[in-house]
């Protein structure tokens, strides 16, 4: 995901279209460290922001946060039967679309996963996802404690295939909204 990394976890100054995270000042992720992690039983490899340009995180936006990215795509190249996403979403109440994962195969067909906060995914200030596993973490926030990161297994609709990549994709903003970065 090196590639991909457009913020990083630590946010110096609010509101710069430069910080990490949630571009909110210190109320960011500044105590995630680069390497091993695990959560829910998975383990994941958490890019190190110092060795990646101080990028580590694939932070989505809505339309209006320009900063921020629209989708992303990661590239595959191989059969699987599931995607674990280690995630949060930011000022998203439960039931909101925050977003999907496209699972786009070799034989170029197409077939989408809804994210949901309440479902996979919750708000990182203490959001709950029914069908992820969450913990909270005092450490990685000096402004809000705890914070939650959240894990998702999502299955390949169709393991069989091969999957040439996964795109994902943030919902687009319902009228009056704030927007839901989420990472």
């Known amino acids: 995901l090196a590639p991909l990394a457009n913020r ?3 946010d110096d100054t609010a509101d710069d279209g430069k910080g990490g995270w949630t ?6 992720l500044r105590g995630m460290k680069g390497g091993a992690f695990a959560l829910g039983g998975v383990s994941f490899s958490v890019l190190d922001p ?3 340009s101080g990028k580590a995180a694939v932070v989505l936006r809505p339309a209006q946060a320009p900063a921020f990215l629209a989708e992303a795509a990661i590239p595959v190249d191989a059969t699987c039967d599931y995607l674990y996403l280690l995630h949060a979403a930011a000022w998203a109440g439960a039931g909101t679309s ?3 994962i496209s699972w786009e195969y ?3 067909s197409v077939k989408s996963t809804p994210i949901v906060s309440g479902e996979q995914v919750g708000d990182w200030w203490g959001g709950h996802a029914k069908n992820a596993f969450s913990k909270g973490y005092d450490e990685l926030n000096p402004s809000h404690k705890p914070v939650y990161l959240f894990v998702a297994g999502l299955a390949n609709p169709s393991p069989e295939k091969p999957v040439r990549r996964v795109l994902l994709k943030c ?3 319902s009228t009056g909204s704030t927007g839901s970065p989420q990472a």
């Open 50 to 52: 110092e060795k990646n």
């Open 8 to 10: 990083g976890f630590r």
């Open 106 to 108: 070799g034989d170029g």
């Open 98 to 100: 925050v977003g999907s």
């Open 171 to 173: 919902a687009p903003p």
């Open 23 to 28: 571009d909110q000042g210190d109320n960011d």
